[in-house]
């Protein structure tokens, strides 16, 4: 069991559909990020979070800490939203991160 | 927010070279860089950790006399894949830590024929 697990591992969406990827770790975390990769590679980092809930445009990103888990939705989605969204968790202490497999998002037109 | 560079973004070399690859913080200062490789369709494994002035702490299973780091100055590590084999075939992408969070440059791929 990884220890941090991503769901679903894949998404095919239809634009303007409402988003959701959840994340769920078993370690200790200080804090989680969700990264998005564009097939070109490059990685952004979309949010760090350590409880409650972000939002940034149509992004929000929701931590409970109890329950170990963590979501991201993307409202009114879009083509260019496709993408690889990675969550990770960084331990109390270090920069290290924990990363989980990804979720591959894709939508259509 | 804060921006890291990886110079080059796209390489091709002949099996048995060694190939260079940079990752700096552009405006700001890293005391620590992290190296990541990412295989098809896989998620970043950590291959190691580059600490300014110190030796680089590498991941079990990642030999450190093929994948040389050298963490020179506060914005600046490189990352060097010697002798090269098709196998090293990959994505590397680097990160390097500002107030807590990770900042992920824009990826190195490496073709070795």
């Known amino acids: 069991k990884n220890e941090v697990e991503q769901s679903p591992q894949n998404l095919t969406a239809q634009e303007g559909e409402f988003i959701t990827i959840n994340c769920s770790y078993s370690?200790?975390?200080?804090?989680l990020h969700w990264l998005q990769q564009h097939p070109g590679g490059g990685i952004v980092s979309l949010f760090m979070?350590?409880?409650g809930k972000k939002k940034h445009g149509r992004l929000i990103a929701t931590i409970n800490i109890q329950e170990k888990h963590s979501s991201l939705h993307i409202t009114a989605s879009h083509p260019r939203d496709s993408a690889v969204y990675i969550c990770?968790?960084?331990?109390?202490?270090?920069?290290?991160?924990?990363f989980g497999e990804g979720t591959q998002l894709t939508v259509n037109p | 927010g804060a921006v890291v560079s990886q110079h080059p973004s796209r390489v091709i070399c002949k099996s048995g070279t060694s190939v260079k690859i940079e990752c700096r913080s552009l405006?700001?200062?890293?005391?620590?860089m992290f190296w990541y490789r990412q295989f098809p369709k896989q998620s970043l494994m950590l291959m190691a950790t580059?600490?300014?002035?110190?030796?680089?702490?590498?991941e079990q299973g990642v030999e450190k006399d093929k994948f040389l780091i050298n963490h020179a100055s506060l914005t600046l590590s490189t990352l060097t894949v010697t002798s090269a084999h098709p196998e090293d075939s990959s994505f590397y992408i680097c990160?390097?830590?500002?107030?807590?969070?990770?900042?992920f440059g824009p990826g190195t791929r490496l073709l070795v024929l």
């Open positions: 990160s390097a830590v500002a107030q807590e969070t990770q900042y």
């Open positions: 370690v200790g975390i200080s804090a």
């Open positions: 979070l350590s409880s």
């Open positions: 990770a968790g960084r331990p109390p202490s270090g920069s290290r991160l924990t």
């Open positions: 405006d700001f200062q890293a005391t620590t």
């Open positions: 580059s600490n300014e002035g110190s030796k680089a702490t590498y």
